[in-house]
């Protein structure tokens, strides 16, 4: 699975040129993994490993930072069902609501939940530390991180500062991009 969803994601989401990254870091490439977590072949697969990256972390559901994460927990989420388990996913917002509930988190989270996080594109793990501070603020723990592409740009060492276990599906070095 590893060597086809590379192969779909060279196809698909590696972008050249002069972009600039969520980061404000220059860069001569761009991955746009959405195309890829979007697409039905790719969706499957990042669904099935994600789904057996996080099985030692035994969650109470998945869930990640929109709209990075959105398809990716959906297919965990389908995954597990097709499994004859019930992973269920979440959403957490750029900001909370300002109606309605006011949730900041959506779907299927609670209180007191171990959970794991999820992204596309993992660099600098700025959206990932807000997603974490999120679900602690909301009293969630998160105990794992996943991520479909590994940047290899600094946001691991920031993740497992936090004492987070991550795994990359996939890194640049895999897809062999050299780094910036």
Same mark, same amino acid.
């Given at each position: 699975?590893? @060597?086809? $969803?590379?192969?779909?994601?060279?196809e698909?989401?590696?972008f050249?040129?002069?972009?600039t990254? !969520?980061?404000?870091?220059k860069s001569?490439?761009?991955?746009?993994a /959405?195309?890829?977590?979007?697409?039905?072949?790719?969706?499957?697969?990042?669904? =099935?490993?994600?789904?057996?990256a996080?099985?030692p972390?035994?969650?109470?559901?998945?869930?990640?930072?929109s709209?990075?994460?959105?398809?990716?927990?959906?297919?965990? !989420? $389908?995954v597990? &069902? $097709?499994?004859?388990?019930?992973?269920?996913?979440?959403?957490i917002?750029?900001? !909370?609501k300002? &109606?309605?509930?006011?949730k900041?988190?959506?779907?299927?989270? =609670?209180?007191?939940?171990?959970?794991?996080? *999820?992204d596309? *594109?993992?660099?600098?793990?700025?959206?990932l530390?807000?997603?974490? @501070? !999120?679900?602690?603020? =909301?009293?969630g723990?998160v105990?794992?991180?996943?991520? *479909?592409?590994d940047? =290899?740009?600094?946001?691991?060492?920031?993740? @497992?500062a936090?004492g *987070?276990?991550?795994?990359? $599906?996939?890194?640049?070095d895999d897809?062999?991009?050299? /780094?910036?």
């Open positions: 699975m590893k @060597e086809r $969803l590379k192969e779909l994601i060279l698909k989401s590696v050249w040129g002069d972009f990254l !969520a980061s404000g870091k001569p490439y761009y991955i746009d /959405r195309i890829s977590t979007l697409f039905p072949e790719s969706a499957y697969i990042i669904g =099935q490993m994600v789904y057996e996080l099985q972390w035994s969650p109470d559901a998945v869930g990640g930072y709209i990075g994460a959105d398809p990716i927990v959906t297919s965990v !989420a $389908l597990s &069902h $097709l499994k004859g388990g019930s992973l269920p996913a979440f959403i917002r750029k900001e !909370a300002d &109606h309605g509930r006011g900041e988190i959506e779907g299927n989270f =609670q209180k007191g939940m171990r959970v794991v996080l *999820v596309d *594109v993992i660099t600098t793990a700025g959206s530390l807000k997603g974490f @501070e !999120a679900v602690e603020r =909301q009293g723990r105990v794992g991180v996943c991520a *479909v592409l940047r =290899q740009e600094g946001g691991r060492e920031k993740i @497992e936090l *987070v276990p991550f795994v990359p $599906l996939l890194t640049l897809l062999g991009i050299q /780094r910036d």
